[in-house]
């Protein structure tokens, strides 16, 4: 049972009703409610989530999983206190109040009894913060505890891959450093095979080692780094959180901010951090202050458009790369021929979070969406159920077409699969699949 159809609440309805869950769908807005029932499989509720009724009327009693994204914090924290009383398995609500995350006695979800509070705002600081680390990525998710990297690259003209299929590119390699899982070649996604080549203005994905990062980097002639100044614009919990993390790692950081009050506050807050009380749509302000020479600028305002103005102004300019929050999320494959870098809409971080969380049990582990693709990712653990899989090398195995397997970790060991690897009972597989094979892959594994 989800709560709320709003970006998040559609997100998650859609992507759980893919999978062939039951999913109910309570709102108080009709209109969106039918529009939403004639595009997803779900069941509509008309209502309040926060009414003992209207969640009888959906059946709470009968509810595995119960989902609480309104946009108010109230509303999601009083529905999920009133389907307790019913034995839901799960409870997840959607908090954007910060004073549930900043105290320092027991943790907010613990003493609300409630298994997941997310905040999309900190969910999104920590999401620039991990692209970050990474100048020349425009998309990185870890797996298996931190040891896998799924990383996004964008292959420019004069690339020395532009043109070489990928059994060409594998055989540069001393070793096996990494696998290509997905090409993204204008609105395509292509789940690649051997004879595939690369094109200039190809996105990549590629899962790597983390410690292998810099040899799968060099056979790219990517240069990734972290940032020595970084301009933040907007000062609200994303600036704030993102500056305050950067401070922590001795990067050179200017906040701007419109709101001399909100101004006066930060600078107290933060240590080291340039906190300027101007227009982050002033050209001359931005330039006095070296946005040209900028190579990380984060506009993370609450106006779509100051972001994505302040961002082609900052390009324009000179700056190496942006980092745009958009709150509508149905423009973000736009930005990219705007030639904005990363586009990140917080309500989708939010749910990718959610879906991440709700699967960290049974066989999948967790899940991923890749930026921008009708692609995801997904870990799966190999139990009894599926042994005949195991002691057969994966060129021989009926693998789904539209997947392809992008790491093994075995014992905290992580392996990168060539077609000779041979699966193992109690291996957890990082495997790579377009949308629309959800359903077979998970087939294969069930």
């Given amino acids: ?235 609200g919990i994303i600036g704030y959180t993102v500056a305050k993390a950067l401070e922590k790692k001795k990067i050179n950081v200017r906040l701007i901010e419109q709101n001399p009050v909100v101004c006066d506050r930060l600078t107290a807050q933060l240590d080291n951090t340039v906190v300027l009380n101007f227009d982050g749509l002033e050209a001359h302000d931005l330039l006095e202050e070296g946005i040209d020479q900028a190579e990380l600028v984060i506009a993370v305002t609450n106006s779509d458009t100051t972001n994505i103005l302040s961002s082609l102004l900052a390009k324009h300019h000179g700056a190496k790369k942006c980092i745009t929050k958009i709150t509508k999320p149905d423009f973000i494959p736009m930005l990219g021929k705007l030639g904005i870098d990363v586009g990140l809409s917080p309500r989708l971080v939010a749910a990718d979070m959610i879906l991440r969380f709700v699967r960290g049990g049974g066989k999948i582990l967790s899940v991923a969406t890749l930026l921008g693709a009708d692609a995801e990712v997904v870990e799966i653990l190999i139990t009894e159920d599926r042994e005949d899989v195991t002691g057969i090398a994966l060129m021989s195995m009926n693998f789904p077409r539209e997947a392809v397997l992008g790491a093994i970790v075995r014992k905290r060991k992580v392996i990168i699969p060539s077609g000779q690897t041979k699966l193992k009972l109690g291996d957890t597989l990082v495997i790579f699949f377009a949308k629309n094979a959800m359903a077979e892959v998970e087939a294969f594994f069930s």
């Fill in 1 to 235: 049972m989800i709560v709320g159809a709003g970006e998040v609440g559609r997100h998650l309805c859609e992507k759980l009703s893919i999978e062939g869950q039951e999913v109910v769908l309570v709102d108080e807005d009709e209109a969106k409610l039918r529009r939403l029932e004639r595009d997803l499989n779900i069941l509509p509720v008309h209502g309040s989530g926060a009414s003992m009724r209207v969640l009888e009327e959906a059946g709470i009693d009968r509810t595995d999983l119960f989902i609480a994204v309104t946009d108010s914090d109230e509303v999601n924290l009083i529905a999920c206190i009133l389907s307790k009383q019913y034995n839901v398995q799960s409870r997840i609500a959607r908090v954007r109040n910060d004073d549930f995350y900043s105290h320092s006695g027991p943790g907010p979800e613990e003493a609300l009894d409630i298994d997941l509070l997310i905040s999309p705002d900190l969910a999104m600081a920590e999401e620039i913060l991990r692209l970050s680390a990474l100048s020349d990525a425009f998309d990185v998710a870890e797996f298996a505890d931190g040891q896998v990297e799924l990383l996004g690259y964008e292959v420019y003209k004069g690339n020395p891959t532009v043109g070489k299929s990928l059994q060409q590119i594998q055989a540069i390699q001393s070793q096996n450093y990494f696998v290509i899982a997905a090409i993204i070649r204008g609105q395509h996604t292509i789940i690649p095979r051997g004879n595939d080549v690369i094109e200039a203005g190809d996105k990549i994905y590629l899962v790597a080692r983390k410690k292998d990062i810099m040899d799968v980097e060099a056979v790219f002639n990517f240069t990734s780094h972290m940032p020595k100044d970084v301009f933040i614009i907007g000062g």
